[in-house]
């Protein structure tokens, strides 16, 4: 089809879905019977039907495996000297089965070199760049990233990062004044986190504790203060793959809600009140010779369920964008016994016997969990940088 002609090829999606839909969570005019009884009934339905939307998409942990996951194949473009130019939710796709977690951009068209000033400028209305939007630069790595990351603020917290008290104002009357939302689109308006500056405030969205780590809190901040006015402030892209995996596996789903939160912080599910459910938590730490464990460097929690567990690459080792989310080990029930195994040979691993004495995991290791519960587990994962990884059991 292609012969004597300039073109692309790309493969056709099936089984996915444009992240617009998680967005797409207006009120519909007949909600009766739909809001999960979760939902205080005191709620208005313009906040109680948002939040049932967002549960029933997948929740934080969900948003945060898509955007890991977006991240992570911009990253790939970027190493290559590639931008994608148009970051917006109608162009990331993500798999509806919810057991992947895969992300296609779509537009291919879109893809380009750095470009100049004069260059030609493609960007979503609200996820531009200041300095794109006011076409005072062309698209770049760095506008990439901010586009990127106001969809990812967006898509946590359920509020755009200058949808503020600024935007409720009266203005624009005077012949050459700018709306506020023109303010917004070209960074002339605080971010509604900012810590300094409080005129832009926002009570809307979820609570950022729900959702956001310290460390995705201050790349946002990054972002959207400093990096709002100068693009070179912004944390690049290469920052985000990392962050976003850690905040996806330290949070789990709730099974009454299907909202999620972090269990280490909440003694309850902070939505419908749900008791933390028994789950495994891996805690690594970089090993050194004749050092105790201090740092602990990443922290993995999986609820235990009948269906086998999956460890990926990234809590083995240093993490890697190309293989982070490998799964590695796997956690598994057989007639109520738990078991341990290894799923690749790319890793050397010991771990630790009832007696505590370091023994190579071969096979399926079965795994006490009356001792357990007593006692962690510990695993050595032998490379240029080991790391012994404390396995505990959180519940009952």
């Known amino acids: 089809m292609l012969k004597e002609q300039a073109g692309y090829v790309m493969q056709m999606m099936q089984g996915m879905q444009s992240v617009q839909t998680m967005l797409d969570h207006k009120k519909p005019k007949d909600i009766q019977g739909e809001l999960p009884g979760w939902l205080s009934s005191k709620l208005p339905v313009e906040i109680s039907y948002p939040l049932a939307h967002y549960a029933k998409t997948g929740g934080s942990k969900q948003r945060l495996a898509i955007l890991m996951q977006t991240a992570t194949e911009l990253s790939k473009l970027h190493s290559v000297g590639l931008i994608y130019g148009d970051i917006s939710p109608e162009n990331v796709f993500y798999s ?27 960007y979503t209305p609200g996820y531009g760049a200041p300095e794109v939007v006011t076409k005072q630069d062309g698209c770049r790595p760095q506008t990439d990233c901010y586009s990127f990351v106001t969809l990812a603020f967006k898509l946590l917290a359920m509020v755009a990062p200058f949808d503020g008290a600024a935007l409720d104002e009266d203005g624009g009357w005077d012949e050459g004044e700018i709306s506020t939302e023109d303010k917004a689109q070209q960074g002339l308006l605080p971010f509604i986190d900012d810590l300094i500056d409080d005129s832009n405030r926002s009570n809307s969205g979820l609570p950022r504790d729900l959702v956001l780590t310290p460390e995705l809190k201050t790349l946002f901040a990054k972002t959207f203060t400093e990096g709002r006015v100068n693009s070179w402030q912004r944390p690049t892209i290469y920052h985000w793959p990392e962050a976003l995996a850690a905040a996806h596996d330290a949070m789990i789903p709730c099974s009454g809600c299907n909202m999620s939160y972090y269990p280490t912080d909440h003694k309850e599910c902070p939505y419908c009140k749900l008791s933390v459910p028994d789950y495994f938590q891996l805690n690594c730490y970089q090993w050194q010779p004749n050092e105790p464990l201090q740092k602990n460097i990443w922290q993995s929690v999986h609820v235990a369920k009948d269906v086998p567990i999956t460890v990926p690459d990234r809590v083995l080792q ?37 007696q505590g004495v370091f023994k190579p995991l071969v096979g399926q290791w079965h795994v006490e969990l009356d001792a357990l519960k007593q006692q962690e587990i510990l695993l050595y994962v032998q490379s240029e940088l080991p790391r012994v990884i404390e396995l505990k059991w959180q519940g009952k």
């Open 96 to 122: 509806v089965d919810r057991d992947f977690n895969h992300v296609w951009f779509i537009d291919a068209d879109n893809i380009r070199f750095d470009t100049p000033k004069h260059g030609s400028i493609v």
């Open 318 to 354: 240093t993490f890697k964008v190309d293989r982070h989310d490998q799964a590695v080990l796997e956690l598994y029930q057989i007639e109520g016994d738990w078991f341990i195994r290894q799923l690749s040979d790319q890793h050397t691993i010991l771990i630790t016997d009832s």
